[in-house]
Each structure stands twice: as structure tokens, then as C-alpha cells.
């Protein structure tokens, strides 16, 4: 900001002024020259970033899954990020995704099982024919 001091001198004092009154006008035709270049800078940025990221492209692509990317990001700036009903769709979502590990963690449990009662089938059957090769001699009857 421009200060003006007067001297005594009339003369003095009117060239003074005169020189403050041209550098404050420096100052705003340069403070216009750089908000001028400021919203140049901020136009190519929002330029670059839409082709960056090619919102017509995507929505013309997948316009469902844009539907639903909108509505998630309008749900979490509106504040429904720390809501009940966000917390009970969380939860849900982690029993869904839990629920093909737990399947599968089933199945392998259900055939290991399975294996076992194989193995001790025929181990019981290998128990039945040795006691009878034992007894009689022989297993097949003779003639």
C-alpha cells in the first residue's frame, strides 16, 4: 500500500503524489496480470484433470457403474459416512465377502473328514480280512 508524505514545498509534494498515484497503478495492472495468469493456470488444470480422467468416456462405457460411483460419493460428502444404516451395510458387506472364505474353509474340513472315514473303512476291512486268513488259513475256501 501507497503511503504520501508532503513536504513543505508545494512542487515537491504534487510530484510526489503524482509518482505515488503511478506505481499504484502499477501495482493493480500487475495484480490483474497475475489473477489473470492464476485462472489461466487453474483452467488448464481442470482441462488436464478432465482428460485425465475422461468422465464422457466412462459414462458412455459403463453408465450404471458411474451411476453408482455418483451416488456413493454423493452419500459420503452429504454425511452418511458415520450413519446406522452405513454401519449395518458394512456389516453386511464383510459377512458376504467373509462368506466364500468360510465355504471354502468348509469344504476342505468336509473332505478331509470324508478322507478320514476312507481310510479308517479300510482299515477296518483290511482288520476283518486278516482276522478270517488268520483262522481258517487261507481266505478263498478249498474245493
Known sequence: MATFQSNPGSNG????????QAGFGHRV????????????????????????LDLKGRVERNPYMMLAAAFGVGYVLGGGLFTRTTARVIRLG????ALPMVKDELLGMAEAAMRG??????????MNGSGNTGAGGSRDPQV
Open 29 to 52: 495492472d500487475r495484480i490483474g496480470s497475475d489473477a489473470q495468469q492464476l485462472w489461466d493456470d487453474a483452467r488448464g488444470a481442470v482441462t488436464d484433470l478432465q482428460g485425465t
Open 117 to 126: 472315514v476312507e481310510v479308517g473303512a479300510s482299515r477296518v476291512a483290511d
Open 13 to 20: 509534494g504534487q510530484a510526489q503524489g503524482e509518482q505515488g
Open 94 to 97: 464383510v459377512r458376504l465377502a
